[in-house]
């Protein structure tokens, strides 16, 4: 059974700082893992797909990487932003047929002070 | 373009009561998912539909939760009867085959 763990649960640091997000899966049989910005009361908003086949991928100030011999992805947030303050998911299908079925870490919480 | 639609955005009902979520999927997108959100759960899925038909409803909690999806562009999952442990809030999210899923807004159902 596919796990997803993610640390730290939260994180706050003063704005401007470079930032890492971590996040582990226990069968590395995946075949792409999904990062997403969750603000309080929202929805979840797609940040990044990473393919089995990629290492990483970027999107402006973000940058996602994928290991999954060591069943391990990393969020990176260059330049941080008060706006960047949410909750951050990381998602990747469960080993089974129906390869949609995502299973989702419990999430960091990210503040950024001014 | 508009993503994903969800009504109503917020509900609050009696325990006992029929509970009936929509959600309008991007239009286009093959894949539908029905999750939860809880704080001691975090995100669960429900349930998923590939082309309108049910995939996996694993996730379905009990006989009181059903899903159906008449045609590409609307899905309800309802709850019969609601208890208290249902609150919870509800999304939808859509893709296109295994491309990134998009979510809605989310209902936040209440059952006191």
């Known amino acids: 059974k596919q796990e997803v763990t993610q640390i730290p649960a939260a994180l706050s640091v003063p704005e401007g700082e470079n930032l890492v997000l971590n996040c582990s899966f226990t069968?590395?049989?995946?075949?792409?893992l999904q990062w997403f910005r969750q603000d309080p009361g929202k929805g979840l908003t797609s940040l990044l797909l990473?393919?089995?086949?990629?290492r990483e991928q970027t999107s402006g100030r973000l940058n996602a990487s994928l290991d999954k011999s060591s069943g391990r992805s990393t969020l990176y947030i260059a330049a941080s932003q008060p706006g960047d303050s949410a909750t951050y998911l990381c998602?990747?299908?469960?080993?089974?047929?129906?390869?949609?079925?995502?299973?989702f870490g419990q999430g960091t919480r990210l503040t950024i002070n001014p | 373009d508009a993503g994903v639609i969800q009504s109503p955005r917020h509900e609050v009902t009696e325990m006992g009561q029929e509970v009936t979520l929509r959600c309008k999927p991007i239009s286009g997108h093959d894949y539908l998912f029905w999750y939860r959100q809880t704080m001691m759960r975090g995100l669960e899925l429900l349930i998923y539909?590939?082309?309108?038909?049910?995939?996996?409803d694993s996730g379905m909690p009990e006989d009181r939760f059903s899903a159906k999806m008449p045609n590409a562009s609307f899905s309800t999952l309802k709850i019969q009867p609601s208890e208290p442990r249902d609150s919870a809030v509800y999304f939808c999210?859509?893709?296109?085959?295994?491309?990134?899923?998009?979510f809605g807004p989310g209902t936040r159902l209440t059952v006191l």
């Open positions: 539909f590939n082309n309108n038909v049910p995939i996996d």
């Open positions: 069968d590395s049989a995946i075949y792409n």
């Open positions: 999210a859509s893709s296109l085959a295994t491309r990134a899923q998009y």
């Open positions: 990473i393919q089995s086949s990629q």
């Open positions: 998602a990747v299908p469960a080993l089974i047929q129906g390869a949609q079925k995502l299973v």
